[in-house]
Nanobody, 117 residues
Framework: QVQLVESGGGLVQPGGSLRVSCAASGSLFSLYTMGWYRQAPGKERELVAIITSDGDTNYADSVKGRFTISRDNAKNTVHLQLNSLKPEDTAVYYC???????????WGQGTQVTVSS
């Protein structure tokens, strides 16, 4: 079992920056693919960024060049640095974990990011 707890959301002005973090419980964290998804009101949940156990990353086109995902296997944490924020980045951001080769997916409870002046 893996439990994910997000933190770091909040209100930020357009053009500002924010970092959201996800702390994972359980063992074998380094083997998991970790990611961030987001869901805006009235929209479906969408992938924001993924980082594999090898450190390979992938981003949604809408955030490329602005967001950076990273992981610290020693601390069982994954971070998402959000720069040059836009109002359309407003959403609940969810942490995600899945071990390759296993079906089970894990989700955090979400953290709200609001971009507004």
């Amino acid at each position: 079992q893996v439990q994910l707890v997000e933190s770091g959301g909040g209100l930020v002005q357009p053009g500002g920056s924010l970092r959201v973090s996800c702390a994972a419980s359980g063992s074998l964290f380094s083997l998991y693919t970790m990611g961030w998804y987001r869901q805006a009101p009235g929209k479906e949940r969408e992938l924001v960024a993924i980082i594999t156990s090898d450190g390979d990353t992938n981003y949604a086109d809408s955030v490329k060049g602005r967001f950076t995902i990273s992981r610290d296997n020693a601390k069982n944490t994954v971070h998402l640095q959000l720069n040059s924020l836009k109002p359309e980045d407003t959403a609940v951001y969810y942490c995600y974990a899945r071990r390759p080769g296993f079906r089970q997916e894990y989700w955090g409870q979400g953290t709200q990011v609001t971009v507004s002046s």
